[in-house]
């Protein structure tokens, strides 16, 4: 505008002061646009302006123009680079959800300032302070969590019995001669219903692969002659309860039984409420009978389909079982019951996450605070945990606490001991045999202790050129969580633990410098945001 001649900038001028007498007039009628754009006008005027954040959060707001909004969102980004920067920002008034979910799942570095990413980076903390980020995380995260699923598919799963089909297929592979006998007569009777009563079996079975697959082999058993063909086999003697009493006296079965006890009496009686509507749950039942051990598998799934088909009171029975598991959580710890309810919590969020409205109502009721519980309360392997153990014993510098590292009786946990106590040159050496095993053997390459190895021989070079290439766990978070600063930066990596650990350095070696090192550090973080902040994890439906 500067360069422009004197007309032009006449003529600006006065188009600027038409569009705000023009913004002026229209007054409410502009909604939650007439702040934004009034405060882009003066802000390219080079005027000062009100407004605040909570007058941006009703912009992104409002349902009025959320279709303008999301199909003009570069347009957007490029008028709050110019006006948000003039907001100060508050852990009070970083409250807009919105606005949080904007930044993370649509932020572009490349298309702003570094005043404004340093802004944006200032606001997710701020709102992350807030609390606001915990209490409802899935509306402000894309919804790309697991890769490989799509709300279709998920639905059409879960409404069905098919899981519980494929669990039984998959532990036909797996068990012995007379349990493989026996659920291939299982199948083999659901092969019967499939020809006689096609409707009822497939009212909740895509039962046609399976028919395909076992027809060539398999007779087509009427179910009553399957149960006396196996009348004189053991079953496991369990009673079968109402699901009622299940969830209301969990908390009493799940301690005074075994974990394979009161799996199958809740899988029992969760079938038993479905025995109604199909006549392949009788068989289902007995597969279970005959082989408790697939219930913990079944589970997970089964709970789904039970939401689908027992409405509000299914809601209400496994909230119950929820609350009274957490109630008993400490009494004892149970490691199986952990994997298991988490195995649940899990599928449960994958169908909330895909927006499946039962699955989503159900997950959003539960205590969040207990779900991250749970893996905070696991029972420690400590055999699992050694190299952690290791790591963290080994800086303190005092080989005395390394002879107090629980280790199992196999010759690699001797290799791993006697690492612990050799020269630094020989365990070079040794770890990069171990990488060089690796390499021949074509298994995943773990270079974090090589690296660690390297740092401490003084081949600081090699390290951070090796450091940079891997794939392995970064060394970074072990240097800064532990106060060791011999490891090279990375200024060209937005890991949260690189940025981290050359934050703290560069404040250590240079303090003088810390408010530069800082607004670096978060420039990195935000522009290094992942496409929908988050990384997709693989899940396939049991």
């Not at 709970?303 to 299914?314: A, E, Q, S, T």
């Not at 409205?357 to 969040?368: F, G, M, T």
């Not at 749970?374 to 400590?382: A, C, D, F, K, R």
């Amino acid at each position: 505008m500067l360069l422009a001649p004197k007309d032009q900038r006449d003529g600006l001028h006065e188009f600027g002061e038409k569009l705000e007498r023009l913004i002026f007039t229209a007054g409410d009628r502009l909604g939650s646009s007439r702040r934004i754009l009034d405060a882009a006008l003066k802000q390219f005027a080079n005027e000062s302006f009100e407004m605040t954040l909570e007058d941006v959060g009703q912009f992104l707001g409002d349902d009025k123009i959320a279709d303008v909004i999301s199909h003009s969102l570069d347009d957007v980004f490029t008028i709050f680079s110019c006006i948000l920067t003039r907001l100060t920002i508050s852990s009070k008034n970083a409250r807009s959800q919105s606005l949080a979910a904007m930044f993370i799942n649509h932020f572009k570095s490349c298309h702003s300032s570094d005043e404004f990413s340093l802004w944006v980076a200032e606001y997710l903390a701020d709102f992350h302070l807030t609390g606001d980020a915990h209490k409802s995380l899935e509306d402000i995260l894309l919804r790309t969590e697991y890769t490989g699923l799509d709300k279709k598919t998920v639905d059409a799963a879960y409404k069905t019995l098919n899981p519980f089909l494929n669990v039984i297929t998959e532990t036909i592979q797996s068990v012995t001669y007379e349990e493989r006998a026996y659920l291939e007569s299982a199948i083999g009777a659901m092969m019967f219903k499939f020809t006689n009563k096609r409707r009822d079996v497939a009212k909740y079975l895509d039962f046609d692969e399976t028919d395909k697959k076992f027809g060539s082999y398999l007779l087509r058993l009427d179910p009553r002659l399957c149960e006396i063909l196996y009348s004189n086999k053991s079953k496991a003697p369990l009673p079968i309860h109402s699901v009622e009493y299940i969830t209301n006296n969990f908390g009493t079965i799940s301690v005074n039984n075994l974990f394979q006890e009161w799996t199958c009496q809740l899988l029992l009686s969760l079938i038993h409420e479905i025995s109604r509507m199909t006549s392949v749950a009788a068989i289902l039942a007995d597969c279970i009978l005959r082989l408790p051990s697939m219930a913990k598998d079944v589970l997970p799934s089964f709970i789904c389909f039970y939401l689908f088909v027992g409405g509000d009171r299914g809601v209400t029975n496994i909230l119950r079982l929820f609350d009274e598991y957490w109630k008993n959580f400490k009494r004892p710890i149970c490691q199986e019951s952990i994997n298991l309810f988490k195995n649940i919590a899990i599928t449960l969020r994958v169908g909330a996450m895909q927006n499946i409205e039962q699955l989503k109502h159900l997950y959003s009721a539960l205590d969040h605070r207990h779900l991250f519980l749970i893996g905070n309360l696991e029972s420690l392997n400590w055999a699992e945990d050694r190299e952690s153990l290791a790591h963290l014993y080994g800086s303190v510098n005092d080989e005395d606490l390394l002879s107090g590292i629980p280790a199992g009786v196999t010759i690699e946990n001797l290799l791993k001991l006697r690492q612990d106590f050799i020269p630094l040159a020989e365990k070079l050496r040794y770890e990069s045999g171990l990488l060089d095993a690796a390499y021949i053997s074509g298994v995943p390459l773990q270079t974090s202790n090589i690296i660690d190895s390297l740092l401490a021989e003084g081949y600081l070079g090699v390290a951070n050129q090796l450091n940079q290439v891997s794939k392995a766990e970064p060394s970074s978070e072990w240097s800064w969580k532990l106060n060791q600063w011999d490891l090279p930066t990375d200024e060209t990596s937005a890991d949260a633990h690189d940025v981290t650990y050359s934050y703290f350095k560069h404040v250590r070696d240079n303090p003088i410098n810390a408010a530069n090192a800082y607004r670096e550090s978060m420039s990195r973080l935000v522009g290094g945001m992942p496409q929908g902040s988050v990384r997709p994890r693989e899940h396939t439906i049991v």
